[in-house]
């Protein structure tokens, strides 16, 4: 099951996944699969996968009852596809090996009721550049850009279908724009931060399919660390099923 370099990590309730080196999550995948929350009725779609681990913990929580997954990277999906075997999720997820600006004929478009995307954090030309393939793809808009994943988004969502994602601060006037360009109206903004003296480190953002213009609903800075530096009260809750592995 398992290759060279690569590890099974628990995700509570029993539920595993495999990750490696190139291909893991971060505290950010677990906010945004959290901050989606699909209903058990749903169709829902996780573009630019990885691992796949947004899908295996929405399955893990048993909603909702069917997914697509797609990723471009074949080692990442071969590690999803073997992560669903594992846990007995194979006929609850559908599985593309994709660009996600290729989806046309792979699945039904205007049939999801919610997408997500955790995106590649920098435009494309900007920071310094991994040399590992893996980590370009998934850090820098090297193989796709802003517009692209609203784009897809767009045409995967039914009408009033929810587009969640999130990002880095310096990158809200991107998102925001690429989703108005592709039809989909900002509705639910949250910042992240590390401690209450610390500046956003991360936003997290809900569009809607044809909804109407302005209505944007900004929540309350979700906090990481409380004031003694552990984890806040919310996070734990986050956390849910598999807290107890990372704290």
Not at 80 to 107: M, P, Q, T, Y
Request: aromatic fraction near 8%.
């Amino acid at each position: 099951m398992l290759k060279e370099n690569e590890k099974l990590e628990p995700l509570g309730n029993g539920v595993k996944i495999i990750v490696s080196d190139e291909h893991k999550f971060w505290t950010d995948t677990v906010l945004l699969a959290n901050f989606a929350a699909p209903k058990k009725s749903d169709k829902a779609c996780d573009l630019g996968s990885g691992c796949g681990s947004i899908p295996l913990i929405w399955l893990r929580n048993g909603k909702p009852e069917r997914i697509t997954a797609v990723e471009i990277q074949e080692n990442a999906y071969d590690m999803l596809k073997r992560s669903a075997e594992l846990n007995g999720f194979e006929n609850r997820i559908e599985i593309l090996c994709s660009d996600l600006r290729e989806l046309r004929g792979k699945v039904q478009l205007s049939s999801y009721d919610l997408v997500v995307c955790n995106p590649p954090y920098k435009a494309d030309g900007t920071g310094i550049q991994s040399s590992n393939s893996a980590h370009l793809i998934a850090r820098h808009e090297s193989m796709c850009t802003m517009d692209d994943i609203a784009a897809a988004a767009s045409s995967l969502l039914n009408f009033s279908g929810r587009f969640c994602i999130c990002q880095r601060p310096e990158r809200l006037c991107d998102v925001i724009c690429s989703m108005r360009q592709y039809g989909i109206e900002p509705k639910r903004l949250r910042f992240v931060q590390q401690r209450k003296n610390k500046a956003p480190k991360l936003f997290l953002l809900e569009g809607r399919k044809g909804g109407r213009p302005c209505g944007l609903v900004t929540m309350p800075v979700l906090f990481i660390e409380n004031e003694n530096g552990d984890f806040s009260d919310e996070m734990i809750e986050i956390y849910g099923a598999y807290k107890e592995e990372f704290i």
